[in-house]
């Protein structure tokens, strides 16, 4: 009794000290340069509101530059914050290329990339033309590739930078009529993991993202019930306060983490006869 007393009293110390050394050590996001992939739609149009609230100095991209247009009119009338949207598709190594110089001639410096871009499918192995299932492995997991390569060495320079990945919980399990999905996200999860471990002697943080179900456009076609469904804004909410606290995995919200996470020890057959269920 007194020794499991000892070691309860000993986690508390540690957690204890481990959360104080996170609050000192806090990221302060005023004044720092984001970039934002996907700025146009859903969570990365809501982080762009609440970064430019914490006073940040954004470069916003997508493909939609009348949006991301009329969305930095918005944030200069209502938070004052400096914009700089440009036109960029992820999967085209040129214009990523010529978006991240645009960027350092206009701000000198990049601090955070949100490399938040995406494309997802619903349907079966056996309908999904190539065409589609190729759009989704090059922006989920080439669009990604795309941006870390060029703005790899503008961290390397600055000698410091944060890299914020968004994957998915889908990145879990092989779920049925979401194969290529699952496998992009599965993909870019590994892929950020590598990269963490690469810059694990520099400055240069790597972050991963991993929501559950968000309500934007990307969720709104779907037909199925989704658990545990949350808004955008309170996602881009959760993903900032996971990178001002420098998580290295962020991942929402619990109950789905927590189902996410029993369904990845549950044994192959047993997952593979459940699925197959649904
Ligand atoms: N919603 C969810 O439940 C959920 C859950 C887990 C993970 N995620 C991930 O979160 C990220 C954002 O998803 P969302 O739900 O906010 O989706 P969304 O509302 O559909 O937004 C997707 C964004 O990606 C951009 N995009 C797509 N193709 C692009 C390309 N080739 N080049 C540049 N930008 C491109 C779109 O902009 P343009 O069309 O203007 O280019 C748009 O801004 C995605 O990576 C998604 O996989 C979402």
């Known amino acids: 009794m007194f020794k499991l007393s000892k070691i309860w009293f000993t986690l508390f110390i540690i957690k204890k000290l481990n959360s104080s050394?996170?609050?000192?050590?806090?990221?302060e996001l005023s004044n720092k340069v984001i970039l934002i992939?996907?700025?146009?739609?859903?969570?990365?149009?809501?982080?762009?509101?609440?970064f430019a609230a914490?006073?940040?100095?954004l470069a916003l991209l997508s493909r939609r530059i009348n949006i991301l247009n009329d969305l930095a009119e918005e944030l200069h009338n209502k938070f004052n914050c400096k914009v700089l949207p440009i036109k960029c598709d992820v999967t085209n190594e040129n214009e990523v290329r010529n978006a991240v110089e645009a960027v350092i001639n206009h701000f000198q410096k990049i601090d955070i990339a949100i490399l938040n871009s995406g494309k997802s499918g619903r349907t079966t192995t056996e309908?999904?033309?190539?065409?589609?299932?190729?759009?989704?492995?090059?922006?989920?997991?080439?669009?990604?590739?795309?941006?870390v390569k060029e703005i790899l060495p503008i961290f390397k320079l600055q000698g410091l930078g944060t890299f914020v990945?968004?994957?998915?919980?889908?990145?879990?399990?092989?779920?049925?009529?979401?194969?290529?999905?699952?496998?992009?996200?599965?993909?870019?999860?590994i892929f950020l993991e590598s990269l963490r471990v690469e810059l694990w002697k520099t400055n240069i943080n790597v972050l991963t993202v991993k929501p559950g179900f968000i309500k934007t456009p990307m969720t709104e076609k779907n037909n199925f019930k989704m658990p545990f469904l949350i808004d955008a804004n309170k996602a881009a909410r959760i993903i900032v306060k996971g990178i001002k606290k420098e998580k290295r995995i962020i991942q929402f919200p619990f109950p789905t983490v927590l189902f996410s996470k029993l369904l990845r020890i549950l044994p192959n057959n047993i997952f593979e006869y459940i699925a197959s269920k649904t």
């Not at 050394?21 to 990221?27: G, H, N, T, Y």
């Not at 999904?128 to 989704?136: G, L, M, P, Q, R």
């Open 21 to 27: 050394v996170i609050i000192k050590f806090k990221l």
């Open 37 to 50: 992939t996907g700025a146009s739609s859903g969570i990365g149009f809501e982080l762009s509101k609440v």
């Open 54 to 57: 914490e006073s940040c100095k």
């Open 127 to 147: 309908i999904v033309s190539h065409e589609s299932a190729k759009e989704i492995f090059d922006v989920n997991v080439w669009g990604i590739f795309n941006c």
């Open 165 to 189: 990945g968004i994957s998915s919980l889908a990145e879990k399990r092989g779920f049925p009529k979401s194969g290529i999905y699952c496998a992009s996200k599965a993909a870019v999860s």
